[in-house]
């Protein structure tokens, strides 16, 4: 029409009503202007306009904001029906992942569909993400070990590293148990379901969320995770350990670059709590930490001394080493060690409710600023109560005893005796199994230690 438009072949455009040709003041004015300058008259078939008068021109300009009020309202209620129904679990249309067939189910008394595990496609990749786990494998050889051991994806298609790094991101997989509560909490993701529905029964639907923000955190932040229906078949920890290395290679653009360490995201200012981050300068040092709070970001004085990055790096190199040399347990022991399933149901009991009171002691911890006298002694109350509790369970989650325990320490004794040789992500990995928190002030350091 506009095209016709402009040629001259059109001089007067009909329409049964005003927001069935627009609902957007934007395209409306430009084709309004259009009409105006190839002299065509706009007719509304049950709307009295004219627009030669300034007051025609007006109420059309006011209608046309009332059409696309509506269909923003409309997208809104469109999209919040969406995000209802994902919640819930509801099979939402798209590509079924490989490794699983729909089946019919019942949720909430409305017939929908479900992921199905397909035993022949679900033992291609749980060999994917077992391949992937061992770090000595990158996507090029797990490509060419599937190409030269004949293993053809069983829909056609050709296995390349896009279609592998897709999967091996993808929570639909996963038996998701709290740590893989704890990862995508940590990660910023917005998880629907409570921390006390994370057994191991389920896998996860991670969906885009509502979120307007503009942080992305690896493309986590803002996330929505809602526990699905279907149970998955990769353990948590083969694919928490594929999952960190797709952040990893994600990052390591920017991640292995020389201003960077290691200890990034380990390390806190001592006064105000806030991360110290990387700084690069020209001196001989070249890197060293500074409080995220401190200067015109924050009212934090900073740390009190200068962190050099490196020096903190060989520190930690230490100290690590020490630890572990403080264990129970020696390396060659660590490797027997039995399955105990009682102590392992146990184990995850005590985490999803040590999950629990971190997130009620937040909770209580964010209403201080605006609690009154009476108030402010009931949170203390609870959050002294809710902290004996939390020491109390970790007293009994003796880490030492569990199998995902020592095959970690196993793990990092390899990484600390060929550090040298590490990569970037390799040495991150072992940071974070063995350090919880760094804090430094004035001088004064505190190690947490994870174990």
């Known amino acids: 029409m506009m095209r016709d438009i402009r040629s001259g072949r059109i001089k007067r455009v009909i329409v049964y009503k005003l927001d069935r040709i627009s609902r957007s003041i934007l395209d409306f004015a430009n084709m309004m202007e259009i009409f105006q300058k190839y002299h065509v008259e706009f007719v509304s078939s049950t709307e009295k306009f004219d627009t030669s008068t300034p007051i025609g021109r007006a109420m059309l300009n006011i209608c046309i904001v009332f059409a696309q009020l509506e269909r923003e309202t409309i997208q809104k209620r469109v999209t919040d029906a969406y995000y209802a129904r994902c919640r819930h679990g509801f099979y939402m249309g798209g590509r079924v992942p490989y490794g699983y067939r729909l089946s019919s189910t019942v949720i909430d008394n409305i017939l929908t569909s479900k992921y199905q595990e397909v035993p022949e496609e679900s033992e291609q990749l749980k060999l994917i993400f077992s391949m992937y786990a061992d770090t000595d494998n990158s996507l090029g050889d797990i490509v060419r070990?599937?190409?030269?051991?004949?293993?053809?994806?069983?829909?056609?298609?050709?296995?390349?590293?896009?279609r592998l790094s897709e999967m091996l991101r993808n929570p639909v997989y996963v038996e998701a148990d709290i740590d893989i509560y704890r990862f995508f909490q940590s990660q910023g993701a917005a998880?629907?379901?409570?921390?006390?529905?994370?057994s191991g029964c389920n896998a996860c639907y991670l969906y885009k969320g509502t979120s307007s923000g503009t942080k992305s955190h690896s493309g986590l932040y803002g996330r929505e995770v809602v526990l699905a229906p279907h149970k998955g078949f990769i353990s948590s920890k083969t694919w928490l350990a594929c999952r960190m290395r797709c952040l990893n290679n994600r990052q390591s653009a920017s991640a292995c670059r020389p201003k960077n360490s290691w200890l990034a995201g380990k390390v806190k200012?001592?006064?105000?709590?806030?991360?110290?981050?990387?700084?690069?300068?020209?001196?001989?040092?070249?890197?060293?930490?500074?409080?995220?709070?401190?200067?015109?970001r924050g009212n934090c004085?900073?740390?009190?001394?200068?962190?050099?990055?490196?020096?903190l790096e060989e520190y930690m190199l230490d100290a690590i080493r020490e630890r572990l040399s403080e264990l129970p347990f020696s390396e060659e022991n660590l490797i027997s060690c039995g399955n105990d399933s009682?102590?392992?149901?146990?184990?995850?009991?005590?985490?999803?409710?040590?999950?629990?009171?971190?997130?009620?002691?937040?909770?209580?911890?964010?209403?201080?600023?605006?609690?009154?006298?009476?108030?402010?002694?009931?949170?203390?109350?609870?959050?002294?109560?809710?902290?004996?509790?939390?020491?109390?369970?970790?007293?009994?989650?003796?880490?030492?005893?569990?199998?995902?325990?020592?095959?970690?320490?196993?793990?990092?004794?390899?990484?600390?005796k060929a550090w040298e040789a590490l990569s970037f992500p390799d040495r991150q990995m072992a940071a974070d199994v063995l350090i919880k928190?760094?804090?430094?002030?004035?001088?004064?350091?505190?190690?947490?230690?994870?174990?």
Not at 350 to 357: D, F, G, P
Not at 437 to 449: L, N, Y
């Open 145 to 162: 070990y599937l190409k030269e051991h004949q293993i053809k994806n069983l829909r056609g298609a050709d296995w390349n590293t896009a």
């Open 191 to 198: 998880i629907y379901n409570p921390a006390s529905d994370f």
């Open 269 to 296: 200012c001592g006064r105000c709590g806030y991360a110290l981050t990387i700084r690069k300068s020209k001196t001989k040092w070249g890197r060293y930490f500074v409080c995220s709070h401190s200067g015109n």
């Open 301 to 311: 004085q900073g740390a009190g001394c200068t962190v050099y990055a490196d020096a």
């Open 342 to 416: 009682g102590k392992a149901q146990k184990n995850m009991a005590r985490k999803i409710r040590l999950t629990q009171i971190d997130e009620e002691i937040d909770h209580l911890l964010s209403k201080v600023p605006e609690a009154g006298s009476v108030l402010i002694k009931y949170i203390e109350e609870k959050v002294s109560a809710l902290d004996t509790e939390r020491n109390v369970l970790l007293e009994k989650t003796a880490p030492a005893d569990t199998p995902d325990t020592k095959d970690k320490f196993h793990q990092n004794f390899r990484y600390i």
């Open 437 to 451: 928190v760094i804090h430094i002030a004035d001088g004064i350091m505190k190690i947490t230690w994870n174990f």
